[in-house]
């Protein structure tokens, strides 16, 4: 028998916010090695990557999931539950690398958003696969999951393109808005895919030696929080000494 699900809507909007503020960040490093002058660096490349798939996209789907209610204790596998974590980063600082170096062609966008949005649904996915549900189990609708998928590669391919081409603090924030509703609409459209019903042959699953969602968020929300407000002030640096940079060039002609 199928389980009725529900969402805490006041997670849902703070997995948004989430998704904005790492998004915002994301693009603002991205954007500044873009039209910096300077090769980009392993470290911009991984702050990046550590905003926008650690902090955009992977803690708005934990936050998400945490969203997610049904009648039965929940746990999560540490192992699956990182192995996602590496996934949405690692894939994303690859998605960067190719929007950063060298001329951005359609041929180049396209391959690295395909790349990246398969890469960002497969972390959804197998952050799902974490879920330890004593006496349920779950399926897919297979319909849903390729609208997820689809939505995963357009986004991805839009967010890098918006990396690259767009400058001005309020034109990055209103695309991390538009960003972050990609992203939303990736992951609720995978969650919408998933069908719960009850299974006795999963009774036998030990959920003490998961984590619970109250440990699982607590340290998602402290430790993304803390990364997300490290890489926004090293981009918020890098962006007065750009500005310095231009002006000094500017008064030496």
């Known amino acids: 028998m199928e389980m009725e699900a529900s969402y805490s809507w006041f997670l849902v909007i703070l997995s948004f916010l989430v998704s904005v503020f790492g998004s915002f960040t994301g693009l603002q490093i991205t954007n500044g090695m873009k039209s910096s002058k300077n090769e980009p660096s392993l470290l911009w490349i991984t702050l990046a990557a550590i905003s926008l798939g650690g902090g955009a996209i992977w803690t708005m789907h934990f936050i998400g999931m945490l969203a997610y209610q049904i009648p039965m204790d929940i746990g999560y596998t540490p192992g699956f539950t990182f192995l996602s974590l590496l996934i949405a980063i690692i894939s994303v600082g690859i998605g960067i690398y190719i929007a950063v170096t060298g001329r951005l062609s359609v041929a180049r966008l396209l391959g690295a958003g395909m790349f990246t949005g398969l890469a960002v649904a497969s972390m959804h996915y197998i952050g799902m696969e974490a879920m330890v549900m004593p006496g349920a189990s779950m399926t897919y609708d297979k319909t849903l999951v390729g609208a997820s998928l689809v939505i995963a590669v357009v986004a991805a391919t839009v967010a890098l393109w918006l990396a690259v081409n767009l400058k001005g603090t ?19 459209t995978g969650m919408a895919a998933m069908i719960m019903t009850h299974n006795h042959d999963t009774e036998s699953l030990v959920i003490e030696n998961s984590m619970t969602p109250m440990t699982m968020g607590l340290f998602i929300f402290c430790a993304s929080m803390l990364l997300l407000v490290i890489c926004l002030i090293m981009s918020l640096n890098q962006l007065s000494n750009r500005m310095e940079d231009e002006l000094g060039h500017t008064e030496k002609a």
Do not use: E, K, R
Request: glycine share 6%; hydrophobic share 70%; with cysteine.
């Open 170 to 188: 309020m034109i990055m924030l209103c695309s991390a808005v538009v960003m972050a509703i990609a992203v939303c609409g990736m992951h609720y």
